[in-house]
C-alpha cells in the first residue's frame, strides 16, 4: 500500500514540476513561443487561443494536482493531454506537416522530436499507471 501511495504522489509531482516549468517557460520566452506556434500547421487565428490557454492549462492542471478535491481528475486530464500531445507528435515523425520546431518550453524544446516521443510516453505511461493505481487502491479498500 505504502508503495503505491509513492509511486501515485512521484507521478503527481512529476506533472507538476513537468507542466509548471513547460507553462513559466513559454511565458518567459513568450515572443519565441508566439513564432514557433505560428510555424505549427494550425490557422493563425489560433494563436492567440494557442499561447494563452495552453500555458494555463498546463498551470491549472498543476493547480488541480495539489488539491485532495481535483488531483485524480487533474491526473486524468493531464494524461489525456499527454495522449494528445504524444499523437500530434507520431504525426509530425511521420512527416504529415514537414519540419516544424517544438513550441514546449524550456529544455524540452531542445530535444529531437524521437527523444520527445519518449519523453511523452513516459508521462502517459506514469500517468496511466497512477490512474490504474488509484483505481486499485480504491477497489482493495472497499
Request: hydrophobic residues 55%; glycine residues 4%.
Amino acid at each position: 500500500m505504502k508503495k503505491r501511495g509513492l509511486i501515485i504522489n512521484t507521478v503527481y509531482f512529476l506533472f507538476i514540476v513537468m507542466f509548471t516549468y513547460a507553462a513559466t517557460s513559454k511565458w518567459m520566452m513568450f515572443n519565441v513561443f508566439v513564432s514557433q506556434i505560428n510555424k505549427q500547421p494550425f490557422n493563425d487565428k489560433l494563436t492567440p487561443l494557442l499561447v494563452w490557454g495552453i500555458p494555463i492549462a498546463e498551470i491549472t492542471v498543476s493547480l488541480m494536482m495539489m488539491l485532495d478535491k481535483t488531483r485524480v481528475l487533474a491526473l486524468k486530464i493531464a494524461t489525456a493531454m499527454m495522449i494528445l500531445f504524444t499523437g500530434y507528435i507520431i504525426l509530425i515523425k511521420l512527416n504529415l506537416f514537414g519540419k516544424i520546431p517544438c513550441a514546449c518550453g524550456g529544455a524540452i524544446t531542445e530535444l529531437s522530436w524521437t527523444q520527445h516521443l519518449f519523453f511523452n510516453l513516459f508521462f502517459v505511461f506514469a500517468g496511466v499507471l497512477a490512474i490504474f493505481l488509484i483505481k486499485k487502491n480504491r477497489y482493495s479498500t472497499e
